[in-house]
T-cell receptor
Framework: ELKVEQNPLFLSMQEGKNYTIYCNYS?????LYWYRQDPGKSLESLFV?????AVKQEGRLMASLDTKARLSTLHITAAVHDLSATYFC???????????FGKGTKLTVNP | DVKVTQSSRYLVKRTGEKVFLECVQD?????MFWYRQDPGLGLRLIYF???????EKGDIPEGYSVSREKKERFSLILESASTNQTSMYLC?????????FGDGTRLSIL
């Protein structure tokens, strides 16, 4: 059974700092997704990572995938308040079109 | 852009009522999903459908059923609502696993 673990679950950081969110998963998969959720809102797709070594960047966020280590990272560079949200990773469970989601990382960026 | 529309943003119902949550997508996607989201528990899959009239149980199907009579519409049914079904419900549709989510329905059962 595929399990997805994110850490940390809560992250409070100052504006201007860098940090990384980690997403580990338990069985082989080469498709991983990152989503963002603002309070009271739905999930918005951020990145789609489809192969080992994939790296995607959008503004201050960069996501990467290492399928051999079963690890994805979401790196935040020079954080700003607008990045405050909950970030989820989700892993393709293989063959069934289902995704297994991590529990989410609630990021708070303080001035 | 994909649009997934859930019929209500907020809904209040009473214990024992039969509740229908509706979801419509406009991209001809084969797959549709219903999740519930609770604090500390993340997203949990209730049911999903990979074609019209086809459905599969997710991780927490008890107390729920679904209907997919047309490709674009996927309904979640609470047969006899209970207070422990108070939650945020999210619908999603997908083609090749990238899921697109609706705005969610916050359901309160009193």
């Amino acid at each position: 059974e595929l399990k997805v673990e994110q850490n940390p679950l809560f992250l409070s950081m100052q504006e201007g700092k860098n940090y990384t969110i980690y997403c580990n998963y338990s069985t082989t998969s080469d498709r991983l997704y990152w989503y963002r959720q603002d309070p009271g809102k739905s999930l918005e797709s951020l990145f789609v990572l489809l192969s080992n070594g994939a790296v995607k960047q959008e503004g201050r966020l960069m996501a990467s995938l290492d399928t051999k280590a079963r690890l994805s990272t979401l790196h935040i560079t020079a954080a700003v308040h607008d990045l405050s949200a909950t970030y989820f990773c989700a892993v393709d469970s293989g063959g069934s079109e289902k995704l297994v989601f991590g529990k989410g990382t609630k990021l708070t960026v303080n001035p | 852009d994909v649009k997934v529309t859930q019929s209500s943003r907020y809904l209040v119902k009473r214990t024992g009522e039969k509740v229908f949550l509706e979801c419509v997508q406009d991209m001809d996607h084969e797959n549709m999903f219903w999740y519930r989201q609770d604090p500390g528990l993340g997203l949990r899959l209730i049911y999903f459908s990979y074609d019209v009239k086809m459905k599969e149980k997710g991780d927490i199907p008890e107390g729920y059923s679904v209907s997919r009579e047309k490709k674009e519409r996927f309904s979640l049914i609470l047969e006899s609502a209970s207070t422990n079904q108070t939650s945020m419900y999210l619908c999603a549709s997908s083609f090749r696993t990238l899921q697109h989510f609706g705005d969610g329905t916050r359901l309160s059962i009193l």
